[in-house]
């Protein structure tokens, strides 16, 4: 049973969310991952825990880890709707013993001279919200928390795998060090080659004793509609010579670099700036301290481009909106770019980055929901952040990671929107990104599941080290637009397989 009188709180709380309350209290001893899909009320969930824990005097210190942009919405959250008090939100690493329950930055309580005074630390509960940042048992974010003195622990995150198993593996042991044995052990029980699973039900019924997830459909509520729409957008003369160049330089210096075993990410970084913008690429190449002949030429050509195509569809669906639109992209040059064209065409504009500091982050939403028509994000707003009073998004370039298309909707698509959401994918035609959009979009009908099965995607890590590096080497090694094509095909059916007659199938948590 609850012990909490919701009612005294103020509070209603959801059906899926009262059974995730009592699952983790009275079946999983407060060991759990909180594992909702985006916009369902974890940090509420978890909110309600360490009330209930705090009201039956065993929960008298606890350690809330999260984004540092994410620290003045937790702690209004717990102080407005749960009433805890003695609650810190600790900027600085000050005082760590001197208040009962402290909200942190990850990054700050890591650092060395944090970390050893929070080892110490007998903490009752223990909360990591966007948990998947602990995926990585050899990093120093995994090694601190998994360090930490702690009787229960929660951990936060709509994405518990995003490039294999072993991911999720490296969460639970957090928790629960003994569950599955060691990772050889794990893996030759339920790995079945390449990203396929085996013993599927026997590793979904030990989940279940580790593991919540709620789905959109699990919940009964109507969720408003994802309206979207696939814009092509036709370069320009001048844009096209420029992104041919682009992918020429990136083909040719590939295959330098591959036979000297040299670097290829900043390769990747040319290869996808081109997609957003002429200005993304020109900034990076104005970093530079000496050009090649080939980089020079593309630095004068993007510099001699004054308005990209894409923005032209951007003001088609600005003079259609009804009312505030969020406009996601990857790279602060293309967000300064279209801040300042449609500052000059009218609309009043605000831009949201990782510069600002948790308070200024918060100052920008609020300045963004009193009184400005646009919102131009980099990917630092697609976590954790509540938009919902927008409904509207443009994707002005799409990452190739689909999970982070996902936590881009999940700002409106989420508890609270009484709209339909619509989104605007803007694709360049005849480009890579064009071909991103068919294999990873389509292909896994992204839109239309909402993230569940997104976790379908299980990459081989010794094979594949991330989708980036798969689709830069298809762009590189191939001779001809067939090839490519033909790459892209088998990249595709290497991602995700769901045939009804396979024997072993992919992970759906």
Request: with cysteine; net charge positive.
């Amino acid at each position: 049973m609850i012990y909490i009188s919701i009612d005294s709180l103020d509070l209603d709380l959801l059906p899926h969310q009262k059974k995730t309350v009592r699952k983790v209290i009275d079946e999983l001893n407060g060991k759990a991952i909180l594992a909702d899909e985006v916009g369902l009320g974890k940090t509420i969930e978890a909110g309600m825990i360490l009330k209930e824990y705090i009201e039956k005097g065993l929960v008298k210190k606890s350690l809330i880890l999260v984004p540092a942009s994410l620290g003045f919405q937790w702690t209004n959250e717990l102080v407005s709707k749960f009433k805890i008090e003695n609650i810190f939100f600790n900027r600085k690493g000050r005082a760590w013993d001197y208040f009962d329950h402290q909200i942190a930055s990850l990054d700050k309580a890591k650092r060395n001279d944090h970390a050893q005074i929070l080892k110490k630390i007998d903490f009752d509960l223990v909360i990591v919200d966007e948990a998947h940042r602990l995926k990585n048992c050899d990093t120093l974010n995994w090694k601190f928390v998994n360090n930490l003195k702690k009787k229960y622990c929660l951990l936060l995150t709509a994405t518990p795998i995003q490039n294999n198993i072993e991911e999720l593996y490296n969460l639970i042991s957090i928790l629960y060090p003994d569950l599955y044995g060691d990772l050889e052990e794990f893996k030759k029980k339920y790995v079945a080659g390449k990203y396929l699973i085996k013993n599927t039900k026997n590793l979904k019924e030990k989940l279940h004793k580790v593991m919540i997830r709620n789905s959109h459909a699990d919940t009964g509520l109507e969720f408003p509609e994802r309206k979207i729409y696939h814009i092509n957008v036709k370069l320009t003369s001048e844009e096209r010579k420029l992104y041919n160049k682009v992918s020429n330089y990136v083909k040719t210096e590939y295959r330098r670099r591959k036979a000297g075993r040299l670097s290829i990410l900043n390769l990747l970084t040319y290869q996808r700036e081109i997609c957003s913008s002429s200005f993304a690429i020109m900034q990076t190449l104005a970093q530079k301290n000496e050009y090649s002949p080939s980089l020079r030429e593309i630095y004068e050509l993007a510099k001699g481009i004054k308005m990209n195509s894409k923005i032209k569809e951007v003001l088609n669906i600005l003079g259609k909106a009804n009312g505030q639109v969020i406009i996601f992209t990857e790279y602060r040059a293309t967000q300064v770019y279209i801040a300042r064209f449609l500052e000059d065409k009218g609309y009043s504009t605000i831009l949201f980055n990782g510069g600002y500091s948790s308070s200024g982050k918060e100052w920008v939403k609020y300045i963004f929901q009193r009184d400005k028509d646009v919102l131009i994000s980099t990917e630092a707003g697609s976590q954790g952040l509540n938009l919902q009073f927008s409904n509207i998004i443009i994707n002005y370039d799409l990452p190739w990671n689909p999970m982070k298309v996902e936590q881009r909707i999940g700002r409106v698509h989420r508890l609270g929107q009484t709209k339909d959401v619509e989104i605007y994918n803007l694709v360049t035609a005849n480009t890579i990104e064009e071909k991103i959009i068919k294999l990873l979009y389509n292909k896994i009908n992204l839109f239309k599941t909402i993230i569940g099965n997104m976790e379908d995607i299980l990459i081989k890590p010794d094979k594949v080290k991330s989708i980036e590096h798969d689709i830069i080497e298809i762009l590189a090694e191939s001779d001809s637009e067939k090839e490519i094509e033909e790459g892209f095909k088998n990249l595709g059916n290497k991602l995700i397989d769901n045939h009804p007659d396979k024997k072993n199938t992919l992970l759906t948590v």
